[in-house]
């Protein structure tokens, strides 16, 4: 077992929450920490409640095998290689001096609404400012308004919320000078649960599927690129986080981790959002400023990517980024709200 995934979806599925506790307790009896957490969050995260115990706690530590790297592992480390220099050579320079935490947590809040509306937009939701303001604030309300409750959209708007908290806490714990690639690893599981527990508590998503990582083979629509096999992302996606941990350029990061991310492709909804949360939490690890792709730019921004995906050709998407971070270190404006 390389994550948790694959059981959680059987667990939710059953709602199987003390079998949960139980496994928990084992994986963590077997030094599995990360696997044991996945389970108890996510079980919770769907409203179940977990009560943890080892049924391995008077008995020798059972054995836990690890299975050999995939050939995946090594087509990432070839491509992370081939990428690095048109990055380098593509991406403004990573700026330098003391960034003040409070100051930049407060510049990503107040790009909020304009990020939110556009992120959302480009997966085809339609949202307003008012929709986002509504959940922002702690106006949307369930169970007391049917409409709340049964619109796509308004749950949308309300994970993007939620998982923002969770972006905010990971991009301090960067500032302050954890590693990136750590806390993206660690605090992936959690962005992608917030952006997705709104739908299943009121039942628009199977609580199965907050499992986590997909089971199945994906396709993306209008794309040539085919993403790699449900079993391949679990040996895949580890190694992307192992290069962001061992990256020194900052600028490798930001474009890495955001195209490697959607070119795995890990989750079955949720991908674009997740990769741009990726990408941010990068680049507040090289002191750029948070940047917001707008809706407008979608064509060329999917084509940049697209051309990353199928023809290995990494600097269109990488010139792409590094234009808007150069709008944000002049200091213009997000991109308005038609």
């Known amino acids: 077992m390389r994550d948790a995934s694959s059981l959680l979806h059987r667990l939710l599925a059953g709602g199987h929450s003390t079998i949960a506790g139980r496994l928990a307790g084992a994986f963590r009896n077997c030094g599995r920490e990360r696997i044991g957490d996945d389970i108890v969050k996510t079980m919770t995260a769907a409203g179940y409640e977990i009560r943890e115990s080892d049924p391995f706690a008077d008995q020798l530590r059972p054995f836990c095998s690890v299975r050999e790297a995939s050939p995946y592992v090594h087509r990432i480390r070839l491509l992370w290689q081939k990428m690095r220099t048109p990055i380098l050579e593509s991406f403004p320079q990573p ?3 003391q960034r003040s935490v409070p100051t930049y947590l407060k510049q990503v809040n107040e790009a909020y609404i304009s990020d939110a509306y556009h992120s959302l937009s480009i997966e085809g939701y339609r949202v307003t400012p008012e929709l ?5 604030t702690g106006a949307w309300n369930p169970d007391a308004d049917p409409d709340d409750r049964e619109q796509r959209n308004a749950m ?12 905010l806490d990971s991009v301090r714990k960067v500032l302050q000078g954890e ?10 599981g959690a962005w992608y649960r917030e952006l997705f527990a709104p739908s299943v508590a009121v039942r628009l998503l199977k609580p199965a599927d907050l499992a986590g990582y997909r089971n199945v083979q994906v396709h993306i629509r209008n794309s040539m ?11 895949a996606l580890p190694v992307l986080f192992d290069l962001l941990r061992e990256e020194q350029e900052p600028a490798v990061r930001v474009v890495l981790g955001h195209f490697l991310f959607v070119y795995i492709h890990p ?5 674009g959002r997740m990769g741009r949360f ?17 809706v407008s730019e979608r064509t060329a921004y999917l084509s940049a990517l697209e051309q990353a995906s199928v023809e290995e050709e990494i600097a269109p998407f990488a010139r792409f980024l590094g234009g808007l971070v150069e709008k944000g270190l002049r200091g213009e404006p997000y991109p308005a709200i038609p």
């Open 267 to 271: 989750y079955m909804d949720g991908n």
């Open 278 to 294: 990726l990408l941010n939490v990068m680049l507040a690890s090289g002191g750029y400023p948070w940047i917001v792709i707008p």
């Open 132 to 136: 986002i303001e509504k959940v922002r």
């Open 225 to 235: 690129h085919v993403p790699m096999n449900a079993d391949a992302v679990r040996d």
């Open 179 to 188: 590693n990136a690639g750590d806390v993206a690893d660690r605090d992936h």
């Open 156 to 167: 949308a708007a309300r994970g993007y919320w939620q998982a923002h908290q969770a972006i």
């Open 95 to 97: 700026q330098g001096g």
